[in-house]
């Protein structure tokens, strides 16, 4: 008798949701109480779907319920745990709301064990007893607890569903098989799980052969991570001594040409004060001799003056003025013209190898190519700044703007240079374009190309034109329409022409895109190639449709943030 009272209060004072003795416990507005952190848990779950119900009698609340502490009950939970009444046995444990139930269990069910799929029936541990004693039930297929047992009856006929129609795809009973479904290629449902699971066998198999494959994959990234990092420290490393040898050689170089200097300056200096000294002593001789006559003047005894006249000693032959070389600032000049020299040489070398280290250092690209921008934002992040290279403008263009505008006027007086257009008014940009680059050109006037280039273009004749020829790709832009040229292919564009016009360049991936930016960015044209050189835009002043030229037009290479 007293067990049972013990079996009561463990059921009365547990919580149906751990199965556990209530800790802080509190009472929701039908009556039943929880943990509370046990039904704040529970409230958390379903607080997105705004469905808030008792997990024990599924009474629904239309708001959060505000818990309220149960004193009373705190209080009689801690005098039991005094007594020696601990929660249930983790083989008694009782069904919470997201547990499969014993079916046979009357009142409080406890928790299902075991299902079966004859029965079509869930047992707890002591329920399920018979199924390993009776002989009849042995022969019973036993699964882990399910609560889909249900879904194994024919609607129709409320039989079990053991046969399989592979003509309609679906689970029958016996009855479906020689009624609706007669003539159809039926199966057992073990003979069609016994085919199916092969072929699960044979996809897992495909699948563990891909991830195995998938495995050494990301094995061989991670090399290549680490590959790529030590040669990258490597590299910065090696190149930071060379520079430094560079910069050293470069010092050394300075301080010979300043010893020299210093040399120099001295036997100038030493020849000018023995000059100098001479003139001074012919100076002090001049100035006694002055003195003399000055003397010999102030005679008033014509006599004594004849006397002493003979006696004077004779002017000297003087050091003349005319002789004296004076040559201010450019005793110097022909050391500095050297240097300049030498610097605008050096500035070559280290403009061209920078595109060769830039060309070098982007092949990492082809490993994972990147996806081509789709907003501007994203275009904005390869944005480069760029400018523009008198050495190639064509005398008819003026470049302003820190040499990122270009304008066509009559003429200008440029000195002749193997670099420049010669016929038709183009000019390229200084930086040469490697990698993924963005630039955007606005432009007035009646029209205009936009292009990218290899630095070899012919610079005479027709043919040197952006567009005809295979070293170059062109949009021409006028106030009607575009057109797209390369090796003198003309590609009609659609689309209303914009004073705007943004360029994305991927080097590495062959892809160059003209796009009309306004509030939105507008693909014109996509060129796909292999692009075997560094790039130069270029910008030509022209209205291509009828081949003239306006005075004033102009195109500006935009910065961008």
Not at 61 to 65: E, S, V
Not at 67 to 70: A, D, E, G, Q, R
Not at 122 to 128: I, T, W
Not at 540 to 545: A, C, E, N, Q
């Given at each position: 008798?007293a067990?049972?009272?013990?079996e009561?209060?463990r059921e009365?004072?547990?919580c149906?949701?751990?199965?556990?003795?209530l800790k802080d416990p509190?009472?929701?507005?039908?009556?039943h109480?929880?943990c509370?952190n046990c039904?704040?848990?529970?409230?958390?779950?379903?607080?997105k779907?705004?469905?808030f119900s008792?997990?024990?009698?599924?009474?629904l609340?239309?708001?959060?319920?505000v818990?309220?502490?149960?004193t009373?009950?705190?209080?009689?939970?801690?005098q039991?745990?005094k007594t020696?009444?601990q929660a249930?046995?983790?083989d008694?444990?009782?069904?919470?709301?997201e547990?499969?139930?014993c079916?046979v269990?009357?009142?409080?069910k406890l928790?299902?064990?075991?299902?079966c799929?004859?029965?079509?029936a869930?047992?707890?541990?002591?329920?399920?007893q018979?199924?390993?004693?009776?002989?009849?039930?042995?022969?019973?297929?036993?699964m882990?607890?399910s609560?889909?047992l249900?879904?194994?009856i024919?609607?129709?006929?409320?039989?079990?569903?053991?046969?399989f129609?592979?003509?309609?795809?679906?689970?029958?009973?016996y009855?479906?098989?020689?009624?609706?479904?007669?003539?159809?290629?039926t199966?057992?449902a073990a003979?069609e799980?016994?085919?199916t699971?092969?072929e699960?066998?044979v996809r897992?198999?495909n699948?563990?052969?891909?991830i195995?494959?998938k495995?050494?994959?990301?094995k061989?990234?991670?090399?290549?991570?680490?590959?790529i990092?030590?040669s990258?420290?490597?590299?910065?490393?090696d190149?930071?001594?060379?520079f430094t040898?560079?910069i050293?050689?470069?010092?050394?170089?300075s301080?010979?040409?300043?010893q020299?200097?210093r040399s120099?300056?001295?036997t100038?200096?030493?020849?000018v004060?023995?000059?100098?000294e001479k003139?001074q002593?012919e100076i002090?001789?001049?100035k006694?001799?002055d003195?003399?006559?000055?003397?010999?003047s102030?005679i008033?005894?014509?006599?004594?003056?004849?006397?002493?006249?003979?006696?004077?000693?004779?002017l000297?032959q003087?050091t003349?003025s005319?002789?004296?070389?004076?040559?201010?600032?450019?005793?110097?000049?022909?050391?500095?013209?050297?240097v300049t020299?030498?610097?605008?040489?050096?500035q070559?070398?280290?403009?061209?190898t920078?595109?060769?280290?830039?060309l070098?250092?982007t092949e990492?690209?082809?490993?994972l190519?990147?996806?081509?921008?789709k907003?501007?934002d994203?275009?904005l992040?390869?944005?480069?700044?760029?400018?523009?290279?008198?050495?190639?403008?064509h005398r008819n263009?003026?470049?302003t703007?820190g040499?990122r505008k270009v304008?066509?006027v009559k003429?200008?007086?440029?000195?002749?240079?193997?670099d420049?257009?010669?016929?038709?008014p183009?000019?390229?940009?200084r930086?040469?374009?490697t990698?993924?680059?963005?630039w955007e050109?606005?432009w007035r006037?009646?029209?205009?190309?936009?292009?990218v280039?290899?630095?070899?273009?012919?610079?005479v004749?027709?043919?040197?034109r952006?567009g005809?020829?295979d070293k170059?790709?062109?949009?021409?832009c006028?106030?009607?329409?575009?057109k797209?040229?390369s090796?003198?292919?003309?590609?009609?564009?659609?689309?209303?022409p914009?004073s705007?016009?943004g360029?994305?360049?991927?080097?590495?991936?062959g892809?160059?895109?003209?796009?009309?930016?306004?509030?939105?960015m507008t693909?014109?044209?996509r060129v796909?190639t292999?692009f075997?050189?560094?790039?130069?835009a270029?910008l030509?002043?022209?209205?291509?449709?009828n081949?003239i030229?306006?005075i004033g037009?102009?195109?500006?290479?935009?910065?961008?943030?």
């Open positions: 008798m067990q049972k009272v013990i009561l209060d009365t004072f547990s149906s949701i751990c199965l556990d003795l509190v009472t929701i507005p039908c009556g109480s929880y509370m039904i704040k848990r529970h409230f958390d779950e379903v607080e779907k705004k469905i008792c997990p024990t009698c599924r009474q609340f239309p708001l959060r319920p818990l309220v502490k149960s009373m009950l705190a209080v009689l939970v801690e039991l745990k020696g009444l249930a046995p983790a008694h444990c009782y069904a919470g709301p547990d499969v139930a079916d269990c009357s009142g409080r928790k299902a064990f075991k299902s799929s004859f029965c079509l869930s047992y707890c541990k002591k329920h399920l018979p199924h390993y004693d009776a002989a009849p039930l042995k022969k019973h297929k036993l882990d607890p609560k889909k249900q879904e194994n024919c609607s129709r006929h409320d039989e079990v569903m053991k046969m129609c592979r003509t309609d795809q679906q689970s029958i009973c009855l479906c098989s020689v009624d609706e479904h007669k003539g159809h290629d199966v057992s003979a799980r016994t085919e699971q092969r699960v066998e897992r198999q699948i563990q052969q891909m195995q494959d495995e050494k994959d990301v061989l990234l991670q090399q290549e991570l680490k590959a990092a030590h990258a420290d490597k590299t910065v490393k190149s930071q001594e060379m040898e560079m050293r050689l470069l010092q050394e170089r301080s010979d040409v300043e020299q200097v120099q300056q001295e100038e200096e030493s020849q004060k023995e000059v100098q003139l002593q002090t001789e001049l006694r001799e003195a003399e006559l000055k003397q010999l102030d008033e005894d014509h006599n004594q003056f004849q006397h002493n006249y003979p006696s004077l000693s004779p000297n003087s003349h005319s002789s004296i070389n004076i040559r201010p600032l450019r005793i110097f000049k022909d050391v500095k013209a050297a020299e030498l610097r605008a040489i050096l070559d070398i280290l403009r061209e920078r595109t060769d280290i830039s070098t250092v990492v690209d082809v490993l190519s990147q996806p081509e921008p907003t501007r994203e275009f992040k390869y944005s480069c700044q760029i400018t523009l290279d008198p050495n190639t403008a263009l003026v470049l703007e040499n304008t066509l003429q200008q007086s440029y000195p002749d240079h193997p420049r257009f010669t016929d038709c183009q000019v390229l940009s930086e040469s374009l990698g993924r680059c963005y050109v606005e006037g009646r029209g205009v190309g936009v292009a280039t290899y630095k070899d273009i012919s610079r004749g027709n043919g040197s952006f005809r020829n170059s790709w062109a949009l021409d006028c106030k009607v329409k575009y797209c040229v090796n003198k292919i003309q590609t009609p564009i659609s689309g209303r914009s705007r016009v360029v994305y360049l991927d080097h590495g991936a892809i160059l895109s003209f796009y009309s930016v306004s509030e939105t693909l014109l044209h796909q292999t075997t050189q560094p790039l130069h270029g030509r002043i022209s209205d291509w449709f081949d030229y306006f037009s102009s195109a500006e290479l935009i910065k961008v943030k």
